[in-house]
């Protein structure tokens, strides 16, 4: 299985962090879920996996001077 991680949109009042996740031929698997609906204009994320398990780390804007860190799990059976 393959994970995804995009933004939609271009910016952040109208975008939207979301994770797919595809097949060994690239398929897609199930629908995107959306992670954040308030993602950064640049938000960092990090991606990791081990089997059937998987995280996404993400950076969210708040502010001139302030972020938050975000994680979330995938299920990826």
Avoid: N
Avoid at 52 to 68: I, L, N, Q
């Amino acid at each position: 299985r393959w994970p995804l991680v995009y933004v939609v949109g271009t910016d952040r009042d109208s975008g939207a962090l979301r994770a797919q996740l595809f097949d060994a031929e690239l398929a897609p698997l199930g629908r995107p879920q959306t992670l954040s609906d308030s993602p950064s204009s640049t938000p960092s994320v990090a991606i990791w996996t081990q089997g059937k398990r998987a995280a996404v780390m993400f950076t969210r804007d708040r502010g001139r001077e302030r972020g938050e860190l975000w994680a979330t799990a995938l299920d990826c059976e």
